[in-house]
């Protein structure tokens, strides 16, 4: 029997498609030990249980029927909501439901504690679920929801921490200096996790080198000779138990007094090197730029070729490995498009670095994938992603009542403070990720390019960032491609466009990438730009470039036409060509072909799309979609903006968006792939039997 259908009938639909009494099939609050109810009961008489086919010879079957293990299983899938509702039908399910495995994995996704709920987030964070965890910490910590408590949202983010692993240590954002006093909520959480590292730094494990990373970081941000000095102390424990980020951190401390000691400096690249094969971003793309810069402290080059390589291929892959499909937004991706040219305003107002940026959009992308989010919460959603970007990458952060008032207050303090533990839980502390930009860092590293070829490149990856299309597609191939585009518009030789240096260090041949250089050009360069309802165009990047160059991209930077480009991967043999006319006539004892025949001759070999372009579906009619629109994304308020600040972002609440060309026109047939399946509504309210949701309604979320 298909886990989805029986999760769908514990949702409380009955074989006829009408609601139920009982959520399951059997009479409301009774027991039955021995008697297995094998009926529907239903408001409108009785119904017979459905028949499962293939599943015990073709009887009847129910949850009932199932072992323990199994029912367990199944109910570890269920949102709380759900599951209170289970619970209460029989007495089994109330036993199993309150089992450490279904308690640990059973979802809060819809939730948010309180203080009528505690309990249960309680009960199933002390069980190891990393939701219930993270949200109640954070809701503890601010006091939204509930009632702030220091004591229990150090012991929740502590436990969070080590449920995340070592590698991703994230928690010390949360409570990082400046704060108001030593007795603040965020001070008396660093000092309890300082006294639990304290107790077992003897202990070599890798148990607590999380947590101990955030002491260190925690004490390194308080910018007091003393408190560094301790910080570096905490780094060097946490690398010796396997952190790799406090390895990271301690490469950093070592390399600038290394600039001038050669010694020191292959000292501190061993120093890393020890730690290459931990799951650490930061190491691993550390490490790949010191190798091809040809620093490799005693390795050999093919080891570090092979090093390269490796990670290189590794971040081959989807960087979500699904779609955006949201049912409240554009399935064409506009509503993004304008969410993150508002974000690159934010990052430009707020002088924030392109890993702030990377890292915000990365956390969207990845919510968007994973959640259902309407319209009216988008850009609440790109906001809290922000504020979590800047506290883990910028020394200067976005408190949360600043974050609120860069949407000119559309949004209140409490619902950042909510989206914040939401897309926490969603990422599970794995904050930090590779992205297109740290691979296009890493060729340029190993081309030593020009300022302006620099520029120019982060220019074009800024504009793939638009784009969820291309944006979570694989890092190192979209680098790739916007390193070979870069290259193709300088006019430059075709074999520079994609170096042999390069060839040998990525293991990359322009066959490889060229599908999304021809996506790249198509998205970014074949149509015009999204305008707001003015007929003004959104061109924040634009904007950003030519004030970090001085000059404008019309100056800088002309684009290839598609033809440009179909013609130099023909060059390259990464592109189909038209096949050339035979001479000679066909033999006459040979059967002619079949349209079918031709038609499969005349396409590409390898499954690439013919030289006239992708297969593409036609562009929404915007006009339609925006009519219904009831939310806008609203511009920083800064009084140093330029004009065009109160375009669409300031608009799209009248329900009003305007143009319906943009870059994104055509779009390969893939991108519409649904994301996820519609979810059927939750119950209207909680039982009140279960511990912990005596009282929880809708209301109270």
């Known amino acids: 029997m298909d886990a989805c259908t029986i999760i769908s009938s514990v949702r409380s639909e009955s074989p006829t498609g009408r609601r139920l009494s009982a959520p399951i099939a059997a009479a409301p609050h009774k027991w039955e030990d021995e ?22 010879g073709g009887r009847d079957c129910l949850l009932w029927h199932l072992p323990d293990e199994l ?13 209170t509702s289970v619970v209460l039908t029989c007495r089994r399910l109330y036993t199993l439901g309150q089992e450490s495995c279904v308690l640990a994995r059973v979802g809060f996704a819809d939730d948010w504690p309180t203080d ?32 702030a408590a220091p004591a229990l949202a150090s012991e929740m983010l502590m436990r969070a921490e080590q449920l995340a692993g070592p590698n991703d240590p994230f928690s010390w954002l949360l409570y990082r200096p400046p704060w108001s006093s030593d007795t603040c909520s965020k001070a008396l959480i660093f000092k309890d996790m300082l006294a639990l590292v304290d107790e077992h730094q003897g202990l070599v494990s890798k148990r607590y080198s999380g947590i101990m990373y955030c002491v260190a970081k925690t004490l390194w941000l308080q910018h007091d000779e003393e408190s560094r000095q301790k910080g570096e102390e905490w780094f060097k424990l946490a690398a010796e138990r396997g952190c790799g980020e406090a390895a990271f951190e301690m490469f950093k401390i070592l390399a600038p007094g290394a600039v001038g000691d050669v010694s020191q400096r292959l000292e501190s690249i061993r120093y890393l090197r020890d730690h290459g094969f931990s799951a650490s971003h930061n190491v691993q793309m550390t490490l790949c730029n010191e190798y091809v810069r040809g620093n490799l402290a005693g390795s050999t080059q093919a080891a570090a070729v092979h090093y390269v390589r490796r990670i290189v291929g590794a971040n081959g892959r989807p960087t979500t490995g699904l779609r955006c499909d949201q049912g409240d937004l554009d399935r064409n991706g506009k509503m993004r498009y304008i969410l993150v040219d508002w974000l690159v305003e934010v990052a430009d107002l707020k002088q924030f670095s392109r890993d702030t940026l990377y890292m915000t959009v990365g956390l969207v992308d990845l919510f968007l994938a994973k959640q259902v989010v309407l319209r009216k919460s988008l850009q609440l959603l790109g906001i809290a992603c922000m504020v979590i970007a800047a506290r883990f990458s910028e020394a200067e952060v976005i408190t949360i009542r600043e974050a609120a008032w860069l949407t000119d207050n559309t949004y209140r303090y409490e ?29 340029i590293a190993l081309t030593k390019v020009d300022f302006f070829v620099e520029e120019t490149m982060h220019y074009v990856s800024e504009l793939v960032l638009l784009f969820m299309s291309v944006a979570t597609t694989s890092p190192s191939l979209v680098a790739a491609a916007v390193f070979y585009l870069t290259n193709l518009s300088r006019k430059v030789a075709s074999d520079e466009c994609w170096p042999e240096s390069l060839q040998h260090w990525t293991a990359f041949s322009v066959a490889d990438f060229a ?4 996506e790249i050009q198509k998205c970014c360069f074949a149509s015009e730009n999204v305008k707001d309802h003015r007929g003004v165009e959104l061109k924040a990047v634009d ?43 066909m033999d006459d004892d040979s059967a002619p072909a079949t349209e079918e025949e031709e038609a499969a001759a005349a396409s590409p070999s390898f ?59 055509k779009r390969s047939s893939s991108i519409t792939t649904p994301l996820m399946p ?3 509504p939750h119950p209207a309210g909680f039982n009140s039997a279960f511990e912990g949701f005596a009282t929880f309604t809708d209301s109270e979320l």
């Open 678 to 680: 519609e979810m059927p």
């Open 415 to 443: 619902q950042v403070v909510r989206t914040m533990g939401q897309a926490l839980c969603v990422a599970r502390g794995r904050l930090r990720s590779s992205t297109h930009l740290d691979f296009v860092r890493m060729y």
């Open 515 to 518: 599908p999304t250089v021809i």
């Open 71 to 83: 029912l367990m299983y199944i109910l570890g899938f269920l949102e709380a909501r759900d599951l």
């Open 543 to 585: 904007e950003r470039y030519q004030k970090r160059t001085g000059r404008a991209v019309a100056d800088e930077f002309t684009a290839p036409t598609m033809a440009e480009v179909q013609a130099a991967l023909i060059a390259h043999h990464a592109w189909p060509s038209a096949a050339p006319q035979a001479d000679s006539e």
């Open 116 to 147: 009528k709920t505690m309990p249960l987030y309680q009960r199933a964070a002390r069980e190891g679920n990393f939701e219930a965890n993270m949200k109640l910490g954070v809701a503890c910590l601010y006091g939204e929801g509930c009632s």
């Open 607 to 665: 499954g690439s799309p013919p030289a006239s372009g992708w297969t593409s579906v036609a562009a929404p009619d915007y006009a339609t979609i925006d009519e219904d629109m009831d939310i806008d994304l609203v511009d920083p308020p800064c009084s140093a903006k330029p004009a065009r600040s109160s375009s669409a972002l300031s608009n799209v609440t009248n329900g009003v968006l305007g143009s319906a060309t943009h870059r994104r026109a």
């Open 35 to 56: 008697v297995e109810p094998t009926m529907w009961e239903e408001e409108g008489g009785t119904v017979v249980s459905r028949t499962y086919g293939g599943f015990g």
